[in-house]
């Protein structure tokens, strides 16, 4: 008898193993290019992938994998999607992993696992490998039979996307990619689609009276103003009623940084104190922001918060004002409130260039020596100078980008990104890998020309993952590399010396780094003076490869930025628990 459940040779069929089953359901996305360390772990998957025209980036390291994932995201604005070998490279994940959580970075995470049937009472594997990372994700699952890999997927992507970005990490049995089933194509909800939550009309009204009557308005924003689209709005409540803008994280940019109305939070923060109404928008009141205390801001200063989790308000500092909605909603109005209050004052932003005279004119007077060894500062204009406004700047290390923050002006959306908040050193060049991916593929879906991207770190940060080159080497991706190379981890050992006269254990030499690009095929110099500086850029900059510039600079520089508080952009002196010790030094 024919079993009437059989389908007949007629009947149409769409079975596909679960690799390719996650590659279409992850090409609903948009997203066209992953980052993967290695293939075993994922062999259909990437087939699945291949076909489905997504690139696929090589890794060195999990912790690169992901953050790779992590700078396509920022830049793109669109998920991230990374894939690793859940027990040996989870381990390895867990930096790149927090990184981009406390990023708010829409990052998937497809980690293979070891089929269950192969563990052992007593085995060395762990019951649920994902326990790793249960605690510093936001969502971490295992997909628990074949036939549910699309749901699981789904569901990570929302995971990722929707409220607040976060890391959603999924775990894959290995064997499930090799599984076949039939594949239903079915609608799908758009990803992270989401209501604007629109402010309360009452708060916004309180806000504006409290904007229309300050002499010193200041906007701060972060993160949050960015993922929520909120430049075009902040722009204009910006140039309508003349406030001036600090951008902090991804942040940075959306009002340009021109010095007049935009400005870089790490530079002009010693205006803060100035401010007699402070809105923040989209930003946690962290350790940067001296936690919204005095004496970084006037403990008699209005606040207003802006922010799209009601958990973020008033962290550490009690908010006169709180609005608990989308910032690009709220934005707009409170555009529309200020714009109907006829008394409102038209604040004149200059005040903020005033509270900078002292520390500018140090900034100025340093850096300008002709001859060798080449300061910091003096890296910082000449590519300033040559760097393209459009240009998406990465910062890692920690002594050159206090340097770099005196001098860095960002002038675009989603156009600079550091390894702030969690500080992990070296994680840099993985993020500009990502974003190097991220510019390529939304030049090939404009037709504009791809955005330049730029790494500026550290001789002791690039050395944790340099090999990363080998991805952009392979990839064809191109990205600016300038290595502050002054020998030391310098802020450890300028520290010591500023304490005790001495250093231990902070020496590295300043090696020929520039080889390590040479070993991959791409171009490097070693640049020892200071007029060599600009030509080397231009090259690079013109070149079709990638480039490492190695800046032999100032050894002895450090200790001076540690003793003078005019040039100290980023206060690690706040590092200090107690609310009664939060130390910002004083500008005279």
């Known amino acids: 008898m024919t079993n009437p459940s059989a389908p007949s040779s007629t009947t149409p069929s769409n079975r596909l193993n679960g ?17 993967c360390l290695a293939g075993t772990a994922h062999t259909q998957l990437l087939f699945g992938l291949q076909d489905e025209k997504f690139r696929i980036v090589s890794g060195r390291h999990e912790t690169c994998t992901v953050a790779s994932a992590d700078g396509y995201a920022r830049v793109s604005g669109k998920m991230g999607i990374a894939l690793i070998k859940a027990d040996q490279g989870l381990p390895n994940a867990i930096t790149g992993i927090i990184t981009a959580q406390l990023a708010c970075s829409p990052v998937v995470v497809l980690a293979s696992l070891t089929p269950a049937n192969t563990l052992e009472a007593e085995g060395e594997d762990e019951n649920d490998i994902l326990d790793l990372v249960k605690g510093q994700c936001k969502w971490a699952k295992t997909v628990p039979s074949p036939d549910r890999l699309a749901e699981f997927v789904e569901a990570a992507i929302h995971q990722a996307t929707s409220g607040r970005p976060g890391v959603a990490v999924l775990g894959v049995p290995q064997h499930f990619e090799a599984a076949a089933m039939e594949y239903i194509e079915r609608a799908r909800p758009q990803i992270a689609s989401r209501n604007a939550p629109v402010a309360d009309v009452s708060s916004i009204d309180e806000a504006a009276r409290l904007l229309a009557q300050a002499q010193h308005p200041m906007i701060i924003v972060g993160s949050g ?61 962290g350790q940067r922001m001296g936690y919204g205390l005095a004496p970084r801001f006037s403990a008699d200063a209005k606040f207003i918060q802006i922010d799209v989790h009601a958990e973020e308000i008033g962290r550490n500092r009690p908010v006169d004002v709180p ?92 156009a600079f990104m550091d390894h702030y908040p969690l500080g992990s050193m070296g994680i840099g060049t993985p993020l500009a890998l990502g974003a190097a991916a991220a510019a390529r593929e939304m030049a090939e879906e404009t037709g504009d020309m791809e955005r330049p991207v730029v790494l500026v770190t550290g001789d002791g940060s690039f050395g944790f993952y340099c090999s990363e080159l080998n991805g952009a080497a392979l990839a064809g991706l191109k990205i600016v590399c300038l290595i502050s190379n002054d ?42 003076k200071p007029e060599d500086i600009a030509p080397a850029l231009r090259r690079a900059f013109a070149a079709d490869k990638t480039t490492v510039l190695n800046v032999i600079t100032d050894p002895a520089a450090g200790l001076m930025r540690k003793q003078d508080p005019r040039v100290q952009t980023v206060a690690f002196e706040d590092l200090v628990s107690s609310q009664k010790k939060h130390y910002t030094p004083a500008i005279a």
């Not at 520290?495 to 791409?522: P, R, T």
Request: charge should be positive; proline fraction near 3%.
């Open 19 to 35: 690799g390719k089953v996650i590659a279409r359901t992850l090409a609903h996305t948009g997203v066209r290019t992953a980052f």
């Open 323 to 414: 609005i608990v909605a989308d910032a690009k909603t709220a934005l707009e109005q409170l555009h529309t409130a200020l714009a109907a209050k006829k008394d409102a004052v038209t604040a004149d932003p200059l005040w903020v260039n005033n509270a900078l005279k002292i520390r500018l004119a140090r900034i100025d007077e340093l850096g300008r020596d002709e001859k060798a060894p080449i300061h910091p500062y003096r890296m910082a204009r000449d590519l300033m100078a040559q760097m393209p406004e459009n240009a998406i700047y990465v910062g890692d290390g920690a002594d050159i980008q206090n340097w770099m923050h005196a001098i860095l002006r960002i002038k675009s959306e989603r």
């Open 487 to 528: 020998g030391a981890w310098g802020t450890e050992k300028h520290g010591q010396m500023n304490a005790l006269g001495k250093s231990v254990n902070c020496e590295l030499g300043q090696w020929d780094y520039q080889m390590i690009a040479h070993a991959y095929g791409l171009n490097g110099e070693r640049i020892e």
């Open 225 to 285: 103003a960015a993922l929520s689209q909120a430049g075009a709005a902040l722009r204009q409540l910006a140039r309508t009623f003349k406030i001036p803008v600090l951008g902090s994280n991804l942040g940075r940019g959306l009002v340009p940084e021109d010095m007049k109305l935009g400005f870089a939070w790490p530079l002009a923060q010693v205006a803060a104190r100035d401010a007699d109404v402070v809105l923040i928008v989209g930003l946690r009141m």
